[in-house]
């Protein structure tokens, strides 16, 4: 009976601490938003919020948290990331201007995905998960849609009200669709048909929103979903393959040729090819630790940079008021640094890459599985045109459903 006891104990704590991952999600899906409830709450009260599940992780697993022997690598590599992060902010430019980014970062990041590398290694707690997945996309799609029409194309901070920026949002949509996905796979008509249906509100959503970055990251999850899907026919799969080679040069080739830097939508794309050698002259001064994640003093290095393209007579002024590489990778080896960068994506590498070889070796895994996979190839492809990991509530998602991935080996053995 005190063994039963104890199990039971147990299976409470890892319960609410799995209810309070999803409030604190929950909170920094919704209501992160300035415009929302974003200035409402201090930065300490938000700090709360965000580690408060790592925090009651403790009580549901005790020391397992930092020795559990199946996640040892997994836990030095965070343990690593943290400390770096640390250091990172004592050696920014700007302390200042660091702190705060790099607290969020950790925090809506690197301690989500410790959370949920414990509390989502179930099966059960995984569908629930899914489901909080769809609710909010629904949340999210009808609200946005809503607003849109109220305020029309033009007005205001359309498609702002989340994400505080219409670039994100297209993002979210991709990182909560396993909800959507799951839904459609169910045996139940009902669930399929809410499952479409989400997935249409998901779709006029990022048709609204006009973004070449959402719509690209859905082509290439499209694609290599279909190949997936007709992965026994060889033939077929190796002349898509030759199609796409062939096409995607040349419309690239195209693209360049049509570049004119007298007009506006033009000179956007010829910005950001300039700040990747903009980016490769600030790494060459700090290519260990970087200047700091928003430091914000990426102007201080144009004195010694040789612009490439000199069409571009607006681009000083652009770095000066703009302050970002509209690049994730780029953003993360000039701020953060090779060392802090190269942890990260190494640790991003063996959980995808375990988790692969996991289910590729289960006769028991599904199409939702692999679908995970997609998720992270649209948000990796995404994340070449904008800064994701530094808007919380992608940052929170993403790593998330890396911690689902993390999680997924040690499913038949987790307690709960």
Not at 162 to 182: K, M, N, Q, Y
Request: proline share 4%; charged share 15%.
């Amino acid at each position: 009976m005190k063994y039963l006891s104890h199990i039971d104990r147990s299976y409470f704590f890892i319960q609410l601490t799995f209810y309070s991952l999803l409030g604190s999600g929950a909170y920094i899906i919704f209501f992160w938003s300035p415009n929302v409830l974003g200035e409402l709450f201090s930065r300490y009260i938000k700090s709360i919020i965000f580690v408060f599940p790592w925090l009651m992780l403790w009580l549901a697993f005790s020391w397992e948290v930092v020795i559990n022997r199946e996640h040892r690598l997994e836990i030095f590599l965070m343990i690593t990331i943290i400390v770096l992060g640390v250091i990172n902010t004592s050696l920014s430019d700007s302390v200042s201007n660091s702190l705060a980014p790099m607290r969020t970062f950790l925090l809506t990041g690197i301690f989500a995905l410790w959370a949920a590398m414990f509390l989502l290694s179930d099966q059960r707690r995984r569908k629930e998960f899914d489901w909080f997945c769809a609710g909010a996309l629904a949340v999210i799609a009808l609200v946005e849609i809503i607003d849109y029409l109220i305020r029309g194309n033009s007005g205001p901070g359309v498609f702002q009200i989340f994400t505080a920026h219409p670039i994100p949002l297209g993002t979210l949509i991709i990182l909560l669709s396993p909800g959507p996905v799951r839904l459609i796979l169910s045996q139940h008509s009902t669930s399929k048909l809410l499952g479409w249906l989400l997935v249409l509100l998901g779709g006029i959503l990022i048709f609204l929103t006009h973004k070449r970055g959402t719509r690209l990251a859905l082509t290439a999850m499209l694609a290599v979903g279909m190949i997936y899907l007709a992965r026994r026919q060889r033939y077929l799969v190796l002349s898509m393959l030759v199609i796409m080679a062939l096409l995607v040069p040349l419309q690239a080739r195209r693209m360049f040729d049509r570049l004119d830097p007298n007009i506006p939508q033009q000179v956007s794309i010829l910005h950001r090819l300039e700040l990747y050698d903009f980016a490769l002259h600030i790494w060459k001064i700090h290519p260990v630790m970087g200047i700091g994640l928003r430091s914000f003093t990426q102007d201080h290095y144009l004195s010694g940079y040789q612009q490439r393209n000199h069409d571009l007579d607006d681009f000083p002024h652009a770095v000066t008021k703009l302050q970002t590489f509209d690049n994730m990778l780029l953003t993360a080896l000039v701020e953060l640094g090779s060392l802090m960068t190269l942890l990260f994506l190494g640790l991003v590498i063996v959980i995808l890459v375990r988790y692969c070889r996991t289910v590729w070796s289960s006769p028991e895994s599904s199409t939702l599985e692999w679908y995970r996979v997609l998720v992270l190839l649209g948000f990796a492809i995404h994340s070449l045109s904008y800064d994701s990991l530094l808007i919380p509530p992608v940052n929170w998602l993403f790593h998330v459903q890396l911690g689902i991935m993390a999680g997924y080996h040690a499913s038949k053995t987790a307690p709960g």
